[in-house]
């Protein structure tokens, strides 16, 4: 795990109980074999300028941590997905460190588990992939810019190889396959929420 020194130890505050009741509510919706691990996972606030990941999930240790400052504000439905994404790299017991190749396959996996889940709440709308698509990369472009850049320069066109996560394209497509309705409202908002999602 990392940055431990700036996980606030016993944060009883509002937002750690909303997202307590998100798990809970969630590991009410999967079957006994899968609550079962949900039932012991545990959620740590954190307030870590310094880490890129604003949410991340350890299935060794059964926990998510999530950046308080980053998160306090985000609508409930974008939390819930967040937090579904998490609990479904814990469930399907996700490595951390291996090649991007497989990375990648687990984000497209622990995608499909929050979509499924979400899609049980009667969430069909959410905003994620909308603010997804506008995440810039390392060089400070979003896809978009990226995509046109690559078709200028063809050795460009390698740069997703060796990332952790799939496209946005490729996230938000699968999305909508399993029957979840994008919505392009609050971005500005969203803007501000989900920049480093594990
Ligand atoms: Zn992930």
Known sequence: MRAREFIIEQATGAFELRCRSILSKLASLVEPEDRSVISTVDIWISSNPTDADKIYSSPKERVVVVDQEEFAD?????????????????VMNHRDKIPAQQSQQQELDADDYATKLTLKLGINKVPVFTWLGRKKDELGRTELERRRAAERDPSLQDFWKDRSHPTTDRRQQRAQQQGMELSKVNTDQIDQLLKHMA
């Open 74 to 90: 985000a609508p409930v439905e974008v939390l819930i997905w967040l937090l579904a994404h998490e609990v479904g790299h814990i």
